[in-house]
């Protein structure tokens, strides 16, 4: 059984895991391998011990029993507001983004990301936020899950990233508090 928790310091490695594995996996055909193998766990560690303790985003993990951490995501306000105003009908509505949500390989196909993704919505209507988005790869396969559940594309950009130009695409969800309520179902 997977468990949604808050993520804490202590889970630091295992995010750290979770995050580099991920990438490794997800990106190997997109991004340059020197940068995907130049990956640190201890550096990730270090980063996701700080992210965790800052008060201005949340990260919230998935665990399991015989498993530890499995997945993650981190969250907090929106940090593109332009991309933000393509859908929010109201330009004062506050706006929350999904920074990362990784699943371990293994653990894929099983319904986890779907409950860190609802779990972290829930979080950003209780702190009050209307809406959310969030940027993915145009070439990461894995971001027709977030149309599976209600994203619609909002908004696209290129970014250098390791040296090379990459495409993304920004996934909007105008309305948090159906998304919420559509998921709790």
């Known amino acids: ?46 980063q996701w011990s700080w992210i965790v303790r800052d008060p201005a985003q949340s990260v919230i993990v998935a665990s399991e029993a015989d498993d530890g951490v499995v997945g993650f995501a981190g969250f907090g306000p929106a940090r593109n507001r ?19 949500l990784y699943v371990l390989p293994d653990f894929q196909e099983r ?12 979080a950003l209507v209780e702190k009050r936020y209307a809406c ?9 396969h ?13 908004a696209e950009r ?3 990233q390791w040296g090379r130009m990459t495409e993304q695409v920004c996934y909007g969800w105008p309305d948090l508090t159906r998304v919420t309520a559509t998921h709790s179902r």
């Open 111 to 122: 319904g986890i990301g779907r409950q860190l993704l609802s779990a972290a919505f829930a």
């Open 158 to 160: 290129q970014e250098h």
């Open 142 to 154: 894995a971001r027709h899950f977030y149309e599976r559940v209600g994203g619609k594309v909002i």
């Open 1 to 46: 059984m997977t468990t949604i928790r808050p993520g804490t310091a202590q889970d630091a490695a295992s995010i750290a895991k979770v995050y580099i594995d991920t990438w490794r996996s997800t990106y190997a055909a997109i991004l340059p391998h020197r940068g995907l193998l130049g990956m640190s766990y201890e550096g990730q560690a270090r």
């Open 132 to 140: 959310g988005l969030l940027w993915a790869l145009r070439d990461n």
């Open 82 to 100: 332009p991309a933000a105003g393509r859908f929010a009908g109201d330009e004062d509505a506050r706006v929350g983004e999904i920074y990362t």
